[in-house]
């Protein structure tokens, strides 16, 4: 009997897949093999690591038995990692197919762990010379991905059973000669799908993350049921202000698929006329932080880019005032490179800029978000505050329904907190790109007892965003084209504390 099909218990499997979910889940460590409900099943998902490690290529079972086991290389797919084309980020693994008889298959696989009774969402974006497609437990799961010079998404969900095989992969099969042609596989991670989510489902990505790191509003309930109940403190001047970013959606996007954040939107005040800067993320991330793009075009690692200057963090720092970045499942302080739980140093700018002031900031305040909870409590949120969630929770690999409830229960708990009551705390929440669908316009609400109904329609951008920051640590001069950005807190009224 072929091993794939042998029902071993905890042992490794073989997958290859790419991030969409709905509710996601942690499932415990197995023999210390990672689940694939978390995100560093798949650190290297998206070849950001530049290396091809952990994947493996694949080939058909037969080859790998009796005396043809010799032979196998010359059936398996040349992998290598490449920087074009690339679905997002800055690079895509690339397969170059061996000759293969009619119907047989070759493809790539991801080493993880597969769970009896668990169901799996899985998704993958593929292009190519070759069609392709995702094989769960050795069957078909989607339908062919055809041949071509675009980017096609595969996603199947599907519940593993005791018995299943456990091969999970992208592969192509062969329909005409195959030798030499390449196929792109790109954005890969596996999540644990709930079906029918309830409230007391509480799932949590990392085993340290405190119970309200949790999603656990249903998409069934409505927007005005949070806000009417928060107690109304009084509108003093803003001294501090805490900014969540989302991922990849425009504002009607957000407006229609975000119950809550719409709902404290209408409440308190929201753009109509916010702008991101560019595609893709990174120089969006850079341009908040440092008032520019310098120059950025990618999403690389900060060992490509390597951001000389002041940042608005570093700025705080200076004028002696308090500074933050809270980012959710990066496992250490300032981590320069992807990792964690579906960390992204993409959406971490702080961690671009180099100066050794910068750096030394970096290192003590660019913290886990597992801190916010502490913070928003002792009412020690910081003046120039930024808070990124994983790629799971900001609606980069999940839906939008995931970024609100995750967004839910931190906005609960700083209603609930002495910085929120004492009214020196705005909550601004944007987004950092658009799906280039809508001119890169995005959702920006502003969160403040100043704020009624507010809807602002004077065009801002995220130089805009800077400036704020900087205005309320009283910057005497402004960071780059922060500088002749529309000022935020004039277009919503915000009330500016002294510094």
């Not at 593993?160 to 992208?170: L, T, Y």
């Not at 970096?362 to 020690?380: H, I, Q, W």
């Not at 009214?423 to 890169?440: K, M, P, Y």
């Not at 602002?456 to 005497?476: D, M, N, P, Q, W």
Request: charged share 15%.
């Amino acid at each position: 009997m072929p091993l794939f099909r042998k029902p071993l218990r905890r042992r490794p499997v073989t997958l290859a897949i790419v991030a969409a979910c709905t509710t996601v889940a942690t499932l415990p460590v197995a023999d210390g093999l990672l689940s694939p409900a978390t995100a560093d099943t798949l650190t290297n998902g998206g070849l950001e690591q530049g290396t091809v490690t952990p994947w493996v290529p694949t080939g058909p079972p037969g080859q790998a038995r009796g005396h043809h086991r010799r032979h196998r290389h010359r059936h398996l797919a040349a992998m290598s990692v490449v920087t074009a084309p690339a679905h997002r980020g800055a690079r895509s693994l690339r397969l170059t197919l061996p000759a293969m008889a009619a119907g047989s298959s070759t493809g790539a696989c991801y080493p993880t762990t597969l769970i009896p009774g668990t169901t799996y969402q899985l998704t993958a974006w593929v292009r190519g010379e070759v069609s392709a497609q995702l094989r769960v437990n050795s069957r078909t799961r989607t339908t062919v991905a055809p041949a071509g010079s675009t980017w096609t998404r595969l996603s199947s969900v599907w519940t593993q059973h005791r018995h299943d095989g456990r091969k999970v992969c992208v592969v192509s099969e062969a329909a005409s000669a195959t030798a030499r042609k390449s196929l792109f596989i790109d954005d890969m991670s596996l999540t644990v799908a709930a079906a029918s989510p309830t409230p007391t489902q509480t799932p949590t990505q990392t085993p340290t993350q405190t119970p309200t790191q949790t999603p656990t509003q249903t998409p069934t309930q409505t927007p005005t049921q949070t806000p009417t109940t928060t107690p109304a403190p009084p509108s003093n001047g803003v001294t501090k202000v805490l900014t969540f970013v989302e991922e990849n959606h425009s504002l009607g996007q957000m407006q229609s698929a975000m119950p809550y954040v719409n709902s404290l939107a209408h409440k308190y005040g929201y753009a109509t006329s916010y702008s991101a800067l560019t595609h893709p993320s990174l120089p969006n991330y850079l341009a908040i932080a440092g008032g520019q793009t310098y120059g950025v075009t990618d999403d690389g690692p900060p060992s490509s880019h390597s951001i000389k200057g002041k940042s608005v963090f570093g700025e705080a720092l200076a004028a002696g005032k308090t500074a933050a970045t809270y980012a959710d499942g990066m496992p250490t302080n300032c981590a320069l490179s992807n990792g964690g739980s579906s960390y992204a140093v993409k959406h971490n700018p702080w961690a671009y800029f180099s100066d050794a002031s910068e750096r030394a900031g970096c290192r003590s305040f660019d913290v886990p978000e597992s801190r916010l909870k502490a913070d928003v409590t002792n009412g020690t949120l910081p003046n120039v505050g930024m808070v990124i969630p994983n790629q799971f929770n900001d609606a980069h690999d999940c839906s939008l329904t995931t970024a609100d409830n995750w967004f839910k229960t931190r906005m609960q708990a700083i209603f609930a907190g002495p910085d929120w009551k004492s009214g020196r705390l705005a909550v601004v929440l944007t987004a950092d790109e658009d799906d280039s669908s809508s001119g890169n316009k995005v959702l920006t609400v502003v969160i403040h007892p100043s704020q009624h109904a507010h809807v602002v329609s004077t065009a801002l951008t995220h130089y805009s965003l800077t400036r704020l920051y900087e205005r309320v640590i009283g910057a005497k001069t402004y960071l780059n084209k922060a500088a002749t950005a529309p000022n935020m807190a004039t277009a919503f009224g915000l009330p500016i504390g002294a510094p």
